[in-house]
Structures are given as structure tokens and as C-alpha cells.
């Protein structure tokens, strides 16, 4: 009986494994692109994408994380 209301406490366990990386896409979208996909062509359009505009690079580093 005590077991069933310990199980009730714990409740579910929220973690999210892609989290840093979003972060990381805000401030520095190849950087999270890199952690995701490594050196790679996705890393190297993000890293054209960021030059010719941060928020294309934003975008793009969200889509490869969100993705993958």
C-alpha cells in the first residue's frame, strides 16, 4: 500500500535530450548543429546560412536538430 503512493509521488520524469542543443542553435547555430550532426555537409550550410544571416542559421540549426 505504501508502495502504490511512493509511485504516485515520483510522478514523470521530464528530461529532453535535445534541450542544450537548442540552446546552443540560439546563441551559435553551427555549434549545435556540430553536436547533432558533427562535420558534415550540414554543419557547412549552417556555418553559409549563419554568414549570410543569423536567423536562416537559426532556423536551419532547428530544423537539423528537431530532426534528427
Not at 509521488?9 to 548543429?33: D, E, K, M, N, Q
Not at 558533427?38 to 530532426?67: E, F, R, S, V
Request: charged share 10%; with cysteine.
Amino acid at each position: 500500500m505504501l508502495a502504490d503512493h511512493v509511485s504516485l509521488l515520483r510522478g514523470p520524469v521530464f528530461f529532453y535530450p535535445h534541450l542544450p542543443y537548442l540552446s546552443l542553435a540560439f546563441i551559435l547555430p553551427p555549434l549545435g548543429v556540430f553536436f547533432e550532426r558533427g562535420c558534415g555537409a550540414d554543419l557547412l550550410i549552417n556555418i553559409l546560412l549563419t554568414c549570410l544571416g543569423w536567423l536562416p542559421g537559426i532556423i536551419h540549426a532547428l530544423y537539423i536538430i528537431l530532426k534528427y
